[in-house]
T-cell receptor, first 113, second 113 residues
Framework: RKEVEQDPGPFNVPEGATVAFNCTYS??????FFWYRQDCRKEPKLLMS???SGNEDGRFTAQLNRASQYISLLIRDSKLSDSATYLC??????????????FGRGTSLIVHP | IAGITQAPTSQILAAGRRMTLRCTQD?????MYWYRQDLGLGLRLIHY???????GKGEVPDGYSVSRANTDDFPLTLASAVPSQTSVYFC????????????FGPGTRLTVL
């Protein structure tokens, strides 16, 4: 079982829809959480960090549920340009005090007119 | 240079050949990473470096080696390439290991025949 799991989708939604993705992680000692966006054949780019109190950036809201060990990403009022793969990243403590980032396999979003 | 660069952009390589993928960042980040991305498997960490002079093994280190002689450069070497190493390779850097935003290079598409 992979340490960080995502539903691969694709999520196929119309413009203006609200869509939510979840990402579950297995290590309860995980410390840092992120959502990245990756466009086809491009490098991943940070969408937003996920804080314990939750955070919002325009149409995007990220939340962390430590008790159930998942993070979520909510996209409101979807745009065509939101079509991409969304990757969650969870960092876990490793030996020597480092934190090792682990990527989920990504969730594909397709927004259609 | 602005950000993080990788070279070559793409390469076709005969099995058994030695190959070094180059990665350079100008952000003075302490941590650097090498990932491979394969269809359906997402991004998997090959090796990482917490700071210049130190390296560590990620999830899939076999067949790869790295060095971190200085802050800016983090080359990845395939000593004797095999077809299963055909992949897209991304280099990334961050200020702190695992807890800060990772900035990715544009990737190297490697085909081993």
């Amino acid at each position: 079982r992979k340490e960080v799991e995502q539903d691969p989708g694709p999520f196929n939604v119309p413009e203006g829809a609200t869509v939510a993705f979840n990402c579950t992680y297995s290590n309860s000692a995980s410390q840092s959480f992120f959502w990245y966006r990756q466009d086809c054949r491009k490098e991943p780019k940070l969408l937003m960090s996920v804080y314990s109190s939750g955070n919002e950036d325009g149409r995007f809201t990220a939340q962390l549920n430590r008790a159930s060990q998942y993070i979520s990403l909510l996209i409101r009022d979807s745009k065509l340009s939101d079509s991409a793969t969304y990757l969650c990243v969870v960092s876990q403590a490793a030996s020597g005090g480092s934190y090792i980032p682990t990527f989920g396999r990504g969730t594909s979003l397709i927004v259609h007119p | 240079i602005a950000g993080i660069t990788q070279a070559p952009t793409s390469q076709i390589l005969a099995a058994g050949r030695r190959m070094t993928l180059r990665c350079t960042q100008d952000m003075r980040h302490n941590a650097m990473y090498w990932y491979r991305q394969d269809l359906g498997l997402g991004l998997r960490l090959i090796h990482y470096s917490n700071t210049a002079g130190t390296t560590g093994k990620g999830e899939v280190p076999d067949g790869y080696s790295v060095s971190r002689a200085n802050t800016d450069d983090f080359p990845l070497t395939l000593a004797s390439a095999v077809p299963s190493q055909t992949s897209v390779y991304f280099c990334a850097s961050s200020d702190s290991m695992g807890t800060d935003t990772q900035y990715f290079g544009p990737g190297t598409r490697l085909t081993v025949l």
